[in-house]
């Protein structure tokens, strides 16, 4: 029997909820265009008025902690949109979101988005879903990871996206998991090395592989305690 992920309905990883509107938006968007690994489409604090929707590639999306250091809230991949508080062309984003590999994008803008949604309701109530999902996961995200302590953050990420045993390569460095864990770099490191030594994880190029999620839930109740 296969382990189920968590029952939150939250994901941190985005990806497909558009899949099937692509064609229109490439009706209505320029021709996808590449940006490379490490460039900034959305910054916080500026203005820029435009959304993307993402063709291929992984997108991190962060905020700056009370120490200056990166927090990550969310990963984007194929076929979701991102950007969305450009709506209004005047507002400024509150993330900043980064391409973490080279990555293909079709940009548009508020006019363009207001313009699929008149052509195809459908297309609106699955733009409303996916801002649902998005509010879950940062609701989620304010009250478990800021609270409990990190060894249990880091439990309780792993196993809201990588809690079914056909899907249990974790592609992040240590310190991907440490900005989405709001942690430092050692702090993961200390948990990874747990983590190993209970053997529910081994090392696997960058990232690891979960062989054992019966156990990484078993540890979990562990850690739980020493809040």
């Known amino acids: 029997m296969k382990n189920q992920r968590d029952d939150t309905g ?3 990883f985005f990806t497909g909820e558009f899949r099937k509107y692509k064609k229109m938006f490439e009706r209505h968007c320029p021709p996808p265009m590449k940006v490379p690994k490490g460039m900034q489409l959305c910054k916080c604090h500026e ?3 435009w959304m993307y929707y993402l ?3 992984r997108m991190k999306v962060y905020v700056n902690n ?3 250091n990166d927090r990550i809230v969310a990963f984007l991949e194929k076929d979701t949109i991102f950007g969305l508080d450009h709506f209004s062309p005047e507002q400024t984003s509150l993330v900043t979101i980064e391409c973490m590999t080279d990555a293909w994008v079709m940009p548009f803008d508020g006019r363009t988005l207001e313009t699929m949604i008149h052509e195809n309701p459908e297309f609106a109530v699955e733009l409303t879903r996916y801002y649902c999902k998005i509010i879950r996961q940062l609701c989620h995200d304010a009250q478990s990871q800021s609270v409990n302590n990190v060894f249990v953050r880091t439990i309780d990420f792993l196993r809201i996206n990588w809690g079914e045993e056909d899907n249990s390569r974790v592609p992040l460095s240590q ?3 440490a900005e989405a864990v709001n942690c430092s770099r050692s702090s993961i490191a200390r948990v990874c090395r747990a983590l190993k030594q209970a053997g529910v994880i081994v090392s696997e190029g960058v990232g690891f592989r979960i062989v054992d999620h019966a156990g990484l839930s078993a540890l979990r109740g562990k850690y739980v305690s020493f809040r």
């Open 10 to 12: 939250v994901r941190y």
């Open 47 to 49: 203005a820029r008025g």
């Open 55 to 57: 063709c291929s590639g």
């Open 66 to 68: 009370c120490e200056g």
């Open 175 to 177: 310190r991907d998991i």
